[in-house]
């Protein structure tokens, strides 16, 4: 266990000296400065207005990270030849898939938790520059579940990147691997929502369906997890369907992680 | 040295004033493409809906705020000058209620840019999306049933939305009396009777109380004179003339007095109406 944290810990050490992070998050933090501007443009709905930017703002910087920093940190031990200085040590591979996934989410973690308090100050500020009349719907149970729930599709985003990264040696391959996955899990409910109502009345194969059930099921359903507009309008999630959530999210991190190991170590690394 | 720093600066400040120059004369040759060109469309959430990912509120907020560039400050030039103008704001307001079904901003809009600028059926389509989605809002229904009313003329849907409007929490007790009173228009008065009662009972506002057993009075005896000149038609085959009649044949007494100041009129398909219209006198 020690080994795994070790791992973890110099991963998570090596993710914060690149630069990209730094970029990611003074970018972050101007958008989120800008939602002080933004939201005095509209009209009634401040509260959800402010929720909205806030939230799609940790939401954007926390895929970039995954996509650009959490990736290369994967590719980077193959490219640089440093996974044989790792492996040479007493770790097994499911060892180091392990270590490597703690490392990157808790890369993520700590980012987007900085966003959140910087991003918390944000919100407590615009409220007091307008009348509570525009707060009405505003809540920060609600907010803060959203922000639980982005984080639980972020865990299983970067055992995805861990996945891909255990099948390919190429980053940029990866990356679109990755990238794909996330716009399918985001789409696929509306698929097939879209898909069942134009069906209605037509004539459609029975393979069609048959490959959209079967996708719903091997594909993570991330748009699951987007509670961002509900949390804008103050609607809190009961705990039944955070329980939910959070089964759904752990039992598919550790199913990928599973299986990336078991590729993993069946793999020649060259 | 000194001459090729006079010659770099020199060179700068050319460069600046260019910009200034070229700066001035992109926005206005900006403002003469926009002007040319509309960007009068707003694609349908069929599309936009699953290409925003996980931003369909941010992206929902983006396309109000384009929409309210859009419109700007000529909204009525727009509305007079432009056939587009109620397709463009329908199709926008509809998408972005579509991404975000509990936007109020964007309802408040439909009220605002479409009902008012004479399209209160497509504001009434849009509004039927809040009244779903905002099922304990009595904003959606009051405004679907005020567009009946006022826009539409059609007073028995009107009476019927401000009612469903005048249950949900905060509504404004007059809204109860206006649905009451649309019911008269609509000829529903047990529908009124029975909704005032409902309110009554609910209410511990002290204007409210007077004006609701004012309209409940009002109905009453409007119900009671219809049931009257019913039992005449019955009785002489024919309706009468006068409500007057009714106290000759001694069906009533006396023909009470409306409760608002006005007075009951028997019309030719023998029911019976107020001048008072239940306004406050």
Request: aromatic share 18%; charged share 20%; glycine share 4%.
């Amino acid at each position: 266990m020690n080994r795994i944290f070790a791992l973890s810990w110099l991963t998570f050490k090596e993710g914060i000296r690149d630069r990209a992070l730094m970029g990611i998050c003074i970018i972050a933090l101007v958008m989120l400065f800008a939602t002080i501007v933004f939201t005095g443009v509209f009209g009634y709905d401040l509260g959800k207005v402010l929720v909205d930017l806030n939230l799609s703002t940790i939401a954007f910087a926390g895929l970039l990270l995954t996509f650009f920093v959490n990736i290369n940190l994967m590719a980077k031990d193959i490219d640089k030849r440093t996974i044989y200085c790792v492996l040479s040590k007493p770790l097994s591979r499911t060892e180091y898939i392990l270590g490597k996934y703690l490392g990157l989410i808790l890369l993520v973690c700590i980012a987007l938790f900085f966003l959140l308090v910087f991003s918390s100050g944000i919100i407590a500020i615009v409220k007091s520059m307008y009348s509570e009349i525009f707060f009405k719907n505003f809540s920060w149970y609600c907010f803060f579940q959203a922000y639980f729930y982005q984080m639980l599709m972020f865990f299983i985003l970067n055992a995805v990147v861990i996945f891909f990264s255990s099948v390919s040696t190429s980053s940029f391959l990866v990356l679109l691997f990755t990238i794909a996955t996330y716009i399918t899990g985001q789409t696929i409910e509306e698929v097939m929502v879209f898909f069942k109502k134009e069906a209605l009345g037509q004539n459609t194969s029975a393979v069609n369906h048959w490959v959209i059930d079967i996708a719903q099921y091997i594909f993570p359903n991330f748009s699951a997890f987007d509670i961002k507009t509900l949390a804008s309008h103050g609607k809190f999630l009961p705990l039944e369907h955070t329980t939910a959530l959070v089964g759904y999210s752990l039992i598919y991190t550790i199913l990928l992680l599973f299986f990336a190991s078991m590729i993993f170590n069946k793999r020649e690394i060259t | 040295m000194m001459a090729k720093s006079i010659k770099v600066y020199t060179l700068l400040l050319a460069c600046v004033l260019i910009y200034i120059f070229a700066f001035f004369q992109l926005k206005e040759e900006r403002q003469r493409f926009l002007e040319l060109n509309f960007m009068d469309f707003t694609l349908p959430s069929q599309f936009t809906g699953p290409v925003s990912l996980e931003f369909k509120g941010i992206t929902a907020d983006f396309l109000l705020f384009k929409f309210m560039a859009f419109l700007g400050g000529r909204v009525q030039d727009l509305k007079e000058e432009y056939p587009r103008y109620p397709d463009y704001t329908y199709q926008s307001l509809d998408a972005i209620t579509d991404l975000d079904p509990y936007y109020w901003d964007a309802y408040l809009f439909s009220e605002m840019f479409l009902a008012w600028s004479g399209n209160p059926k497509e504001a009434n389509k849009i509004l039927e999306k809040a009244r779903l989605h905002l099922s304990n809002d009595y904003r959606p229904s009051y405004y679907i049933g005020f567009n009946n009313h006022y826009f539409l003329k059609d007073f028995k849907t009107a009476s019927k939305y401000l009612m469903e409007a005048s249950k949900l929490p905060g509504c404004p007790y007059y809204i109860a009396a206006l649905a009451a009173r649309l019911s008269v228009y609509s000829f529903q008065h047990r529908d009124g009777i029975l909704f005032l009662k409902e309110m009554l009972k609910n209410t511990n506002d002290k204007r409210a109380r007077k004006e609701f057993e004012l309209r409940i009075a009002t109905l009453e005896f409007l119900e009671m004179l219809e049931k009257k000149v019913t039992e005449y038609h019955a009785d002489f085959g024919k309706y009468p003339e006068v409500l007057e009649d009714l106290v000759k044949v001694k069906l009533i007494d006396k023909i009470p007095e409306d409760p608002y100041k006005g007075k009951f009129v028997l019309m030719s398909n023998g029911r019976v109406y107020t001048t008072s219209k239940m306004l406050p006198y």
